[in-house]
């Protein structure tokens, strides 16, 4: 004869049901979603920095081939990338754009700070983007 003990069975799984039922995951979920938030929250105000200096780089690389075919002078590729500056809303000013101009290279270098609020802590992310084209002959 096989004797089947369903008292065991039944009482083990009652065990893993109260065991579920005192809240042990809730603090570990709540923490998860903090730090979630925490992340969120510092891509949306550290990420934008970064990619108006990714784009203002770009811009400088085809102002500095540009002004090596075309020949500009020094004032109107300031003015090209101040218009870039401008419309990317980075706070720098129109004379913190070095441009040097000579017969085989066109070099354009721009230093700035972004002051960046967190809740609790303030700081300033440094970018020194700088563009340099030659001549082919």
């Given amino acids: ?3 089947l003990d369903f008292d065991g069975i039944q009482s083990r799984t009652l065990l893993k049901r109260r065991r579920s039922e ?11 979603i ?3 938030v925490v992340l969120i929250y510092l891509g949306v105000k550290l990420v934008p920095p970064f990619v108006s200096e990714y784009q203002l780089q770009d811009k400088m690389q085809e102002q500095a081939r540009f002004g090596i075919v075309n020949r500009y002078t020094d ?6 990338v101040f218009k870039v500056v401008q419309d990317l809303e980075i706070p720098a000013k129109r004379e913190d754009i070095k441009i040097t101009i000579t017969p085989s290279a066109v070099k354009i270098t721009l230093d700035y700070t972004v002051p960046v609020d967190l809740l609790f802590y303030s700081t300033e992310l440094h970018f020194s983007p700088s563009s340099e084209n030659k001549s082919l002959t």
Avoid at 75 to 80: D, F, G
């Fill in 1 to 3: 004869m096989i004797y």
């Fill in 22 to 32: 005192r809240g042990e995951g809730k603090l570990k979920t709540v923490l998860f």
């Fill in 34 to 36: 903090g730090v979630v």
């Fill in 75 to 80: 004032e109107q590729l300031r003015e090209n």
